[in-house]
């Protein structure tokens, strides 16, 4: 069954999650219009609306109204970050401004995730966080009055450079960061929006503190890469599709897809290029490639694809030779080992596939069909997603297990599926 039609997917959730922290931070009203309103940015929000933040959703408009940060009231000092590995580490760089102490709790997944890569860099500035001796979570915060460092991060993260930006921002003195490989700038531009003055040049961030956010009043959320990613290859390998995707972030920090499917002599369009609240966005336009071509992802492109490897994995499997991921070890540590679980699920279907120490080999034909086995997302979302679109290649649908992990990003994506399927 071909995929036809156009459609708007999920807003951005790396977007939204900062828009929902600095709307918190900034004293009076943001109105963040078309946020994402998924499990793992509704964790951000409860925790702030624990402090004695309001918010009120109408008419695809989330409203964030904040007495500032210097009057948060801490009602309970447990916050539950639940599966959101953003939410932990951003805002583990805002608690030690807190006047109390704190716990940061997750579910078993986030329990599981590396928290010393923000600890680290926050300990250095004098925070005083307790994590568990595997250091995981939970993290007890306590409030400590924090300077600005020069920090060189040793692991492309975005999280963990939002997070010393965010303490750099509340702490006292300058504070550099050195990105030796780009990661995505969201928190950079959510600074410009909210009036934080800083300085970036050649991958080094000069905050000088402490500065509060002001709020612009509005913020735009575009559609996620990350989520269209799924409709993007969903239509380059079922037969017949031509879709068009709307309002979709282009930034150049999270557009690795585009190059690789490029590169793979996809059928792939940006139409109308444009800006959205401060962000590059473009239409994508879609059609079914009968011949797509094995490809080489690795280095400076990881952190620009990082989330769309599992999807992109199973792109892999139908195209003509052998596809490479490499440097990709970041993947271990995601909401699942997503090496393992993506080869184990696709192997499982037929796919021919390996895992590596930093990636996975693929070798891919068009020409092979998969075959029915029982599937799993694993609680992640991305893999249940990526399992959605390996389905539409079968005669008859894969159960998946643990699908409904999907709502931590994208609530709506079975119903736009189905839209597409109907057209
Ligand atoms: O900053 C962000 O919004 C994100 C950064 C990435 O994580 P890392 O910083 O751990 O690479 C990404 O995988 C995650 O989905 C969202
Ligand atoms: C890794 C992800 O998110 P987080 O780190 O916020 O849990 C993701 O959305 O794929």
């Known amino acids: 069954m071909s995929l036809k039609g156009s ?31 998924g499990e793992d940015c509704l964790s951000t929000l409860e925790i702030f609306k624990s402090f004695g933040v309001k918010s009120h959703i109408e008419n695809n408009c989330l409203t964030i109204t904040s007495p500032g940060i210097d009057s948060f009231e801490i009602e309970s000092p447990v916050l539950d970050a639940k599966n959101s590995g953003t939410t932990a580490r951003l805002l583990m760089g805002v608690f030690p401004y807190l006047k109390k102490p704190v716990t940061l709790i997750g579910d078993d997944s986030l329990s599981r995730r590396p928290m010393r890569r923000v600890v680290t860099p926050l300990s250095q500035m004098g925070a005083r966080i307790e994590l ?28 963990v450079k939002s997070a010393v930006m965010l303490a750099g921002m509340l702490a006292k003195g300058r504070t550099t960061i050195s990105e030796p490989i780009p990661t995505r700038d969201h928190t950079e531009k959510m600074f410009e929006d909210f009036k934080i003055h800083y300085q970036k040049l050649n991958r080094v961030i000069t905050i000088e503190g402490p500065q509060m956010p002001q709020t612009p009043g509005e913020v735009f959320v575009p559609g996620d890469i990350s989520s269209a990613a799924f409709f ?3 239509a380059l390998i079922v037969p017949g ?23 793979m ?31 080489v992802i690795e280095g400076e492109l990881i952190p620009r694809l990082i989330d769309e490897i599992p999807i992109l994995a199973l792109l892999a499997t139908r195209a003509v030779g052998t596809t490479v991921i490499k440097d990709a070890e970041e993947l271990k540590v995601k909401e699942t080992n997503r090496i393992d679980v993506t080869v184990q699920q696709l192997s499982s279907i037929g796919a021919k596939i390996k895992a590596t120490e930093d990636g996975m080999i693929i070798e891919g034909n068009p020409m092979e069909d998969f075959c029915e086995a029982k599937v799993s997302s694993h609680k992640d979302h991305r893999i249940a997603m990526m ?8 005669e008859k649908p894969l159960v998946i297990e643990d699908v409904e992990s999907m709502n931590i990003s994208y609530p709506d994506f079975l119903q736009h599926l189905q839209a597409l399927s109907e057209n």
Request: net charge neutral; hydrophobic share 40%; with cysteine.
């Open 7 to 37: 459609l708007t997917v999920a807003s951005d959730k790396s977007i939204t999650h900062r828009a929902i922290i600095f709307s918190s931070l900034s004293k009076g009203t943001t109105q963040i219009y078309n946020p994402l309103l």
């Open 132 to 159: 568990k001796e595997e250091a995981t979570l939970p993290a007890h915060i306590f409030p400590s009055h924090l300077s600005g460092i020069s920090y060189v991060l040793p692991v492309a993260s975005a999280q």
């Open 232 to 234: 993007i290859v969903a």
């Open 241 to 263: 599709s031509e879709i068009i995707i709307n309002n979709v972030g282009i930034n150049e920090t999270r557009s690795g897809i585009i190059d690789v499917i490029q590169s």
């Open 265 to 295: 002599g996809g059928n792939l369009t940006l139409l109308n290029p444009r800006y959205f609240g401060g962000e590059p966005v473009a239409d994508l336009k879609v059609e079914y490639t009968p011949r797509l071509t094995a490809t």
């Open 387 to 394: 399992l959605c679109v390996a389905s539409l290649l079968l």
